[in-house]
């Protein structure tokens, strides 16, 4: 039975820093690599939940790994070499501090706010007359503050110009390569028989140049829906077939549980872990159209050390 990979603790050749995010830890080597470990950890409403779930980091790896060679025609993107299942080694870029969020459907949060009567997210106005899981006119961008601890905030363009987080010429560059990036992850998921219902993209810059960073069209970044049926589940007003980590957030919110002050995090029985590993191994199989082939390591601590550790004696 392969390990699953909860923790990380690294000190690779030329490590100058280390960063232990939510599900993946950031390694700086030198000034210029980054080494991101893409562990099993689960969050939800930003938070860690208590499990790790098997075969996860490679999936979430394997499908960011797949997307960013898609689409680097359209930006340059910050990865070099997958050299082990759950590793991709890169360029180190300075991170721009906005998450770029993108939505084709009143989902989610999008639809949480709007069922609370608001009308505008992040500034942008959602048209009256909506139902949950309608198709927007148009895709719509609301961005979001990357906070280096706890919730993430949603922002309008006008605070960030206003707050001069980015110059106004960055900014519209996001904008439209944000567009042009779900436009690309679109036509992709439809080719699959699914629709790419939101996602988000991070950027940094690199000598000045504008480059995608970390994941990109995965299960934690994006939501999807099986395209087949989709207006026959409108049109009758039940939920749609839905491929994302939203079921994660759901069971959850059964269990009294948002990652509000003073609610704790339920008890995750084995079964449960074990239906979202199986739901993130069909994930990558419908979005990829390819086989999931788990890796079999009994030790990914081990493996991974001497997966970088030869990357590095190689290509530095």
């Known amino acids: 039975m392969s390990s699953t990979l909860a923790q990380s603790q690294f000190n690779f050749p030329g490590q100058t820093n280390a960063y232990h995010g939510k599900v993946r830890d950031m390694y700086s080597i030198g000034s210029d690599l980054m080494v991101a470990v893409v562990s099993d950890r689960i969050s939800a409403f930003d938070v860690i939940l208590p499990k790790g779930i098997p075969h996860k980091g490679q999936v979430l790896n394997s499908i960011a790994s797949y997307f960013l060679d898609a689409v680097s025609d359209l930006v340059p993107t910050w990865k070099l070499d997958t050299p082990h299942p759950n590793i991709t080694i890169g360029h180190a870029c300075e991170p721009i501090r906005l998450e770029m969020v993108i939505r084709g459907y009143l989902t989610g949060h999008a639809h949480r706010t709007y069922a609370s009567g608001k009308r505008t997210l992040c500034g942008v106005v959602m048209p009256e007359g909506m139902k949950e899981h309608d198709r927007f006119p148009a895709p719509i961008i609301t961005p979001a503050t990357k906070a280096e601890e706890g919730h993430d905030e949603d922002i309008s363009r006008e605070d960030i110009l206003s707050r001069d987080l980015v110059p106004e010429s960055l900014y519209q560059q996001l904008e439209d390569t944000t567009r042009a990036l779900f436009q690309r992850g679109t036509e992709m998921a439809a080719k699959q028989g699914l629709i790419l219902v939101d996602t988000k993209y991070e950027f940094g810059l690199r000598n000045g140049q504008l480059m995608l960073i970390d994941e990109i069209h995965t299960p934690d970044s994006s939501r999807y829906f099986i395209a087949e049926g989709y207006e026959e589940r409108q049109n009758a007003g039940v939920q749609q077939k839905q ?74």
Do not use: C
């Open 243 to 316: 491929l994302s980590k939203e079921f994660v957030r759901e069971w959850l919110m059964e269990h009294d549980f948002m990652g509000l002050e003073g609610q704790h995090v339920p008890h995750m029985p084995e079964e449960f872990v074990q239906t979202v590993s199986q739901r993130y191994i069909s994930l990558y199989e419908q979005v990829t159209g390819m086989p999931f082939v788990p890796d079999g390591s009994t030790d990914a601590v081990a493996d991974i050390q001497v997966a970088v550790e030869q990357w590095l004696k190689f290509n530095r």
